[in-house]
Nanobody, 123 residues
């Protein structure tokens, strides 16, 4: 089993930046593809961005050019740098890990999920 813990959420004004972190523990020898998803109130969970063990990435169009995913395999940690934040980015952000070799946008490809961290962007 793998446990994922997110941190770094908070309240920020529109145009500001935040960096989320997700640290894995447990069977971290697994070469997991890691992803970030988000869920706003009253909406379904949606894909944000993902990264493979070797650094390949894939992002949703809504965050391209603003959000950057990266990982430090030695620290078992993945990061989400969020710049130029908009009120519509407000959501609970979830870190996820899965065994796909691709940076998949499908939540079905992820077996492990964190508890989520709230990001609120004020206008």
């Amino acid at each position: 089993q793998v446990q994922l813990v997110e941190s770094g959420g908070g309240l920020v004004q529109a145009g500001g930046s935040l960096r989320l972190s997700c640290t894995a523990s447990g069977r971290t020898s697994s070469r997991l593809t890691m992803g970030w998803f988000r869920q706003a109130p009253g909406k379904e969970r949606e894909f944000v961005t993902s990264i493979t063990w070797t650094g390949g990435t894939y992002s949703a169009d809504s965050v391209k050019g603003r959000f950057t995913i990266s990982r430090d395999n030695a620290k078992n940690t993945v990061y989400l740098q969020m710049n130029s934040l908009k009120p519509e980015d407000t959501a609970v952000y979830y870190c996820a890990g899965g065994g796909s070799i691709y940076a998949s946008p499908s939540p079905l490809q992820y077996n492990y999920w964190g508890q989520g961290t709230q990001v609120t962007v004020s206008s």
